[in-house]
């Protein structure tokens, strides 16, 4: 997957997928790039955004943009950037998804996650009550 990707590109990803919660800007999407310990894998279909601290990485977001979903992108992302988070030092990788999103929680049970715990009515939704993040962590080790 290549990763010449702009914040504006991802901006518009991520607005295409994130439809219940408010997708991130391209300005949110350059601030986080602007550090170094944040990196985003993939390309305008499908990117994951990462932050690697000292051994811990943290999937920040991923979104496929729904025209190329069901066609393995968000898995080879999965992939590539376990990979570059491997590279920078990372012994453990954590996420957080939205109870009501199975699909995603498959996704990261099939990329070896397991959940390890629960923030009650974390993600805001439109028009509906909020929904928990189930937090997924998977070792490196």
Not at 24 to 30: D, I, N
Not at 77 to 84: F, G, N, Q
Not at 123 to 140: E, G, H, T, V
């Amino acid at each position: 997957m290549s990763d010449l990707l702009t914040a504006a590109q991802m901006a518009a990803t991520h607005a295409a997928a994130f439809t219940q919660s408010r997708p991130w800007s391209a300005l949110e999407f350059a601030a986080l790039l602007d550090s170094p310990l944040v990196f985003a894998a993939g390309n305008a279909r499908c990117f994951a955004l990462v932050r690697v601290i000292a051994d811990e990485a943290e999937l920040l977001t991923i979104a496929t943009d729904p025209a190329h979903q069901r066609q393995g992108l968000a898995r080879a992302c999965m992939a590539a950037w376990e990979s570059r988070a491997r590279v920078r030092g990372a012994e453990e990788m954590f996420l957080e998804v939205a109870e009501d999103n199975a699909p995603a929680q498959a996704l990261y049970r099939a990329c070896g996650f397991a959940v390890c715990g629960r923030r009650a009515g974390y993600y805001r939704r439109q028009d509906a009550d909020p929904a928990d993040a189930i937090l997924m962590r998977k070792s490196l080790r």
